[in-house]
């Protein structure tokens, strides 16, 4: 992000969460409410007549599936990240998601620290999933020593830079945390997406989680 606040769609059904969410990230100087409702139509509204950075999207709404709306952006080419900021979802949904371009999967047990981190790290352009989606979606554990593509497996270096986009860094962060160059970082990720055969950070986080979680 520049110097410009991260606008903010909140799409969910429960008036009083949502409401009081608003309430939340409206004190926060570097984020700005853009809109809320309770429909996907209603949002789909909202984004027709403004900018949105980051799209606060439950799963359940009520009568609709908050899933419904990716399809629509994907239509439209819609720039706006969506994290999913759900009670709970089904493991194949969250795989499903993954691989339409979702940024995120939150659920709402955890704080308004975690919240705000995710918000962050998702329009900085990294990805960020909670530790228990992890778990749930962790299928089959130990896959570094195995293929993942034509019997390709991935290498020690690859294996690291996946578990940074995992744990939702940068390019940026990553390359700081294995003291190497960002231009290096980019070129592992580029790796990772042929040998996978994906094209997004989020179809690449997919792709591991259906494998199991590096170590």
């Not at 190497?180 to 990772?192: H, Y």
Request: proline residues 3%; neutral net charge.
């Amino acid at each position: 992000m520049t110097g410009q606040p991260i606008r903010i769609l909140i799409v969910d059904d429960h008036t009083l969460f949502r409401e009081s969410l608003a309430r939340l990230l409206e004190v926060e100087p570097d984020i700005r409410v853009a809109g809320n409702c309770a429909t996907v139509a209603d949002a789909r509204e909202i984004l027709a007549h403004g900018s949105t950075d980051v799209i606060l999207l439950d799963y359940d709404l009520d009568n609709e599936l908050g899933s419904g709306l990716l399809r629509d952006l994907q239509e439209r080419g819609e720039a706006a990240k969506v994290l999913f900021v759900t009670a709970g979802m089904p493991r194949s949904v969250a795989l499903d998601v993954l691989s339409k371009g979702t940024s995120g999967i939150m659920l709402k047990h955890g704080g308004p620290g975690q919240l705000l981190e995710a918000i962050r790290r998702v329009a900085s352009g990294g990805i960020f999933l909670d530790r228990r989606v992890i778990q749930s979606i962790d299928l089959n554990p130990g896959w570094e020593s195995g293929p993942i593509s034509g019997g390709r497996a991935f290498t020690g270096r690859q294996q690291e830079v996946l578990r940074g986009i995992l744990d939702g860094l940068t390019n940026k962060e990553i390359a700081g945390k294995l003291n190497a160059s960002e231009t290096s970082i980019k070129a592992v990720i580029q790796e990772l997406f042929r040998k996978t055969g994906v094209r997004t950070r989020s179809q690449l986080v997919r792709v591991a989680l259906e494998n199991g979680i590096p170590n």
